[in-house]
């Protein structure tokens, strides 16, 4: 799609790419989601327990390989919390919920708080006023916070770092888009932005669950700290790494549409994201994350499909998306070239149709 070609008139309904999809793959097996639980699990353990070896037998070449990969599974816990949060791990609720709790308390992520602001986000993607995460900026905000930043050396080089590192978990404790309309949203404090009433036992569990991780690993780094430097800490920081790096390029591109609340449908803020061919290690990428990378339209056009469905739903709706189906060959330069043109959209022109990112 050319800068353009506003996506406003679409030739297909959602309903239209539903029917084009198989009705078994809008259902979670819970014995193939089960299997992807464990095996993750028993890849971080077997990982650790590379680690741990290699430490007491001073085989320190081989503890950044492990840690390395450690990271990578940690990234691949992520997306079966994710799963459960969608509610596509099973069809049960209390069992998602379970199988939620224990993967993302595992890597600091409170579970049900995550869940409802996702939500959240899938619901109005590519809308300019009520996004949760991943909104683009817009011009006005965009240079006041780059006046802020010119003035304050130290406070840009710790952007950079915390976009690169810490974009989450800070984003977890701290959330201040403008969106929110000057209160700051924090994933520790029930609030009514993302949660209803009836959900204060589930979101009080999940944060039980997030500080009861927090003291196991302060009770092991006592134990091992060099275990747990290479096991853990710098495993979390990669999969964080991953998870920004991913996520920002899926909601970010040139060639995507913002569009205000009067022009935005739920059709068009999901077709306003982007999948990757990882190429020579896109398979294995598929298997061990989960399809995360290669398959995020047709999760975004139905999250209640499992990641290992995406695939084939994505097949099934390819002929009839067309143009409008966004697919980048991944490079090393896709990442630098959609940061430095994606800084914002222009929206000093009122009542326009779409709006797209632009550069300085």
Not at 44 to 49: C, D, K, M, P
Not at 167 to 179: E, R
Not at 270 to 276: G, N, P, W
Request: aromatic fraction near 22%; charged fraction near 15%; include cysteine.
């Amino acid at each position: 799609m050319s800068e353009n070609t506003i996506n406003t008139n679409l030739p297909f309904t959602l309903k239209d790419l539903k029917n084009a999809i198989p009705k078994q793959y809008f259902h979670g097996n819970l014995g193939l989601s089960l299997f992807y639980f464990f095996f993750d699990f028993l890849l971080v353990g077997l990982l650790s327990f590379g680690i741990y070896f290699s430490i007491e037998n001073q085989y320190y070449y081989l503890i950044p390989l492990f840690s390395v990969l450690q990271g990578s599974m940690f990234w691949s816990i992520f997306v079966i919390g994710h799963d459960c949060g969608h509610a596509s791990f099973s069809g049960n609720s209390k069992i998602n919920y379970f199988f939620g709790l224990i993967s993302h308390s595992f890597i600091l992520v409170p579970y049900h708080s995550w869940k409802r602001s996702h939500q959240k986000h899938h619901l109005y993607h590519g809308n300019l006023e009520k996004d949760e995460s991943h909104v683009a900026l817009t011009k006005k905000y965009y240079r006041a916070l780059k006046f802020i930043l010119r003035q304050q050396l130290k406070r840009r080089i710790f952007i950079r770092l915390y976009k690169l590192c810490m974009f989450f978990p800070i984003y977890l404790f701290y959330n201040d888009h403008p969106n929110h309309k000057g209160k700051i949203v924090s994933h520790f404090e029930f609030n009514d932005i993302y949660f209803r009433e009836n959900e204060r036992l589930k979101f009080k569990i999940s944060i039980l669950g997030y500080f009861f991780m927090v003291g196991i690993i302060l009770i092991a780094t006592i134990l091992a700290p060099l275990f747990m430097i290479f096991a853990y800490f710098i495993p979390w920081v990669l999969y964080n790494m991953t998870l920004h790096f991913v996520t920002y390029l899926h909601h970010n591109h040139e060639k995507n549409p913002w569009y205000y609340n009067s022009n935005w449908t739920y059709l068009k803020g999901a077709l306003s994201t982007t999948d990757y061919d990882y190429g020579f290690f896109g398979g294995a990428l598929d298997f061990f994350h989960h399809n995360i990378e290669r398959y995020h339209v047709v999760h975004h056009l139905f999250p209640s499909i499992p990641h290992y469905y995406l695939k084939e739903a994505t097949q099934s709706i390819v002929p009839i998306l067309g143009d409008h189906y966004h697919l980048e060959k991944f490079s090393f330069n896709t990442y630098p070239r959609i940061y430095n043109n994606c800084r914002y959209v222009n929206d000093e022109k009122q009542n326009e149709v779409a709006y797209y990112f632009q550069a300085n």
